[in-house]
């Protein structure tokens, strides 16, 4: 199988926060009752911090591609659920929630103009499904997670669920199948995780070889599955809180959540992490509707 050394990035594709975000993540109303109920977002706030994050990938050698926000996809600033890029060749995917496959135009046309038409396949499946931010490559394998389709869906910044029984779905690993096809040089394991947290929430690339886990027992028993199935060695990085694992690995530096956010995790990064630059950045806003660094970002 083909392996490489991760982390190394030319390109950033971003995309603007619309102000429906903020409107779409209100509070739920009185009465009302959701699974996924969100914090209001302060909007500014998370522009702000949003600005701060695109500024910091330039200051680490990234070219920033921006796409203009679409009031109509209050979550298409979280331009990683729609792509997976890796050595020049896109897999645009198809997210579980259909309302956002409206943003999956722009960047397909992004991603062909600076790819090559050629170099970008689609998932046109309409029986599968796959979410980007389900997917974690570490430079040597690709680990994708697999669940119930459309009942147990990734959470989605935008999503509303009110709470009704609904007949399990089946497993659907169609997507994982598909990813496998487009990147045929690379392992693909599917890691079975139940619940609708993305597996990005769990876990997230601190390094080369080095995964970072929250300490907490949903991430503990994904971790579990890594080391079972990887068909490499990774040094695991266990932080006490779990939105620590928000970070990201750019040109030689990580990328993390600032100590206030974070405080305990952040001397274990220091102490852990001590050949690593680190480059500190907030993210408590943009937190609220679960969104990771990683989520703002197609990385080329």
């Given at each position: ?9 030319t ?8 102000g ?37 990938l330039r200051t680490l ?9 679409d009031?109509?996809?209050p979550?298409?600033?979280?331009v ?7 050595d ?22 992004v ?14 499946d309409?029986?599968?499904t796959?979410?980007g931010?389900d997917?974690?490559?570490t ?5 994708v ?15 509303r669920?009110?709470?009704k029984k609904?007949?399990p779905?089946?497993?659907n ?9 487009v ?40 971790i ?14 266990c ?22 956010e ?13 050949d690593?630059k ?13 969104a ?9």
């Amino acid at each position: 199988m083909a392996d490489r050394t991760y982390g190394g990035f030319t390109t950033a594709i971003v995309r603007e926060i619309p102000g429906s975000l903020a409107g779409d993540a209100a509070p739920p109303a009185e009465g009302e009752e959701r699974e996924d109920a969100v914090q209001a977002v302060d909007l500014q706030k998370a522009r702000d911090e949003w600005t701060t994050y695109v500024d910091t990938l330039r200051t680490l050698g990234l070219r920033v591609i921006t796409i203009p926000a679409d009031e109509e996809c209050p979550g298409c600033a979280f331009v990683a659920d729609t792509a997976v890029v890796v050595d020049g060749i896109a897999f645009i995917t198809r997210p579980t929630n259909p309302d956002r496959r409206k943003e999956l135009k722009a960047v397909k046309e992004v991603l062909e103009a600076q790819l090559g038409v050629g170099n970008v396949a689609e998932l046109r499946d309409i029986e599968a499904t796959l979410d980007g931010r389900d997917v974690l490559f570490t430079g040597r394998e690709f680990f994708v997670r697999v669940t119930e389709s459309n009942n147990n869906a990734p959470q989605s910044p935008t999503r509303r669920t009110t709470r009704k029984k609904e007949k399990p779905a089946p497993k659907n690993d169609a997507g994982a199948r598909l990813l496998a096809r487009v990147f045929p040089d690379f392992q693909v394991t599917s890691l079975y995780i139940q619940g609708d947290r993305p597996l990005q929430s769990y876990l997230s690339m601190a390094g080369p070889d080095i995964i970072a886990a929250g300490e907490g027992e949903d991430a503990q028993r994904v971790i579990e599955q890594i080391i079972e199935k990887a068909e490499y060695k990774y040094k695991v990085l266990c932080l006490p809180e779990d939105s620590a694992v928000d970070c990201v690995f750019v040109n030689g530096s990580l990328v993390h959540r600032t100590q206030e956010e974070i405080p305990k995790s952040t001397e274990v990064i220091e102490a852990k992490l001590t050949d690593l630059k680190k480059v500190i950045v907030p993210n408590s806003e943009l937190a609220k509707v679960g969104a990771t660094l990683s989520a703002l970002t197609v990385f080329i």
